[in-house]
């Protein structure tokens, strides 16, 4: 066995399966699925949120289409600010208008039952709900939008001299970020049906 050096993580299995994305085909299913935690996941899923980021929102967090998360609740410690896109306040219009949850945006209960009864519901399993921020992250890439940037969507601190100088907000930058990753989303999970082949194609 090589030998262990102080500052190196041991490598667990539990640590290998959070690499895990859902597929295209795994998204649909979630994302189309019936259940308690569909809100919530779909919220995930088009902001890249922590579960818990996400599960305790309140409605005071929200100002016209864009979600403050606040210092005490971020795990960097500094408010981060999310403007939502189109399809992220649909899901937030949605989630009102199924449950009135008082102050707080998605329904309150157990996240290990309600993701119990949706793993049922959707008929994927083996996923967590940080898989989705994990896919949410890899699909802005694959929708184009820079590093720089989806590492901001997600609340992450840019390091070295770049993240000491460079103090602009970048909130336009997160917005066509976010519904760039929409877009996407949105392609897969409601994929054009009865398309004509192209001539030449059969």
């Not at 998204?27 to 599960?55: D, H, M, Q, Y």
């Not at 970020?177 to 030449?200: D, K, M, T």
Request: charged share 30%; proline share 4%; net charge positive.
């Amino acid at each position: 066995m090589p030998p262990i050096v102080r500052g190196m993580a041991r490598t667990k299995s539990t640590e290998r399966a959070r690499k895990r994305i859902l597929s295209d085909e795994e998204l649909r299913k979630v994302w189309n699925a019936e259940g308690a935690l569909g809100p919530l996941v779909c919220f995930i899923l088009l902001t890249s949120a922590r579960r818990t980021e996400a599960a305790e929102m309140t409605w005071d967090e929200l100002e016209g289409t864009e979600w403050t998360l606040p210092a005490e609740r971020n795990k960097t410690k500094v408010d981060l600010v999310r403007p939502l896109s189109v399809a992220a306040m649909e899901v937030l219009i949605a989630a009102k208008m199924q449950n009135d949850n008082g102050p707080f945006v998605f329904k309150k209960g157990s996240l290990s039952t309600f993701k119990k009864s949706f793993d049922e519901a959707c008929g994927v399993s083996g996923w967590t709900l940080h898989d989705c921020r994990r896919t949410a992250r890899s699909l802005m890439s694959r929708a184009g939008v820079s590093s720089d940037v989806a590492e901001r969507c997600l609340g992450h601190v840019i390091p070295g001299v770049r993240g000491v100088y460079d103090r602009h907000e970048y909130r336009e930058e997160k917005r066509l970020a976010f519904e760039a990753l929409a877009s996407l989303v949105g392609r897969i999970v409601h994929p054009q049906e009865n398309v004509l082949p192209l001539r030449g194609s059969q």
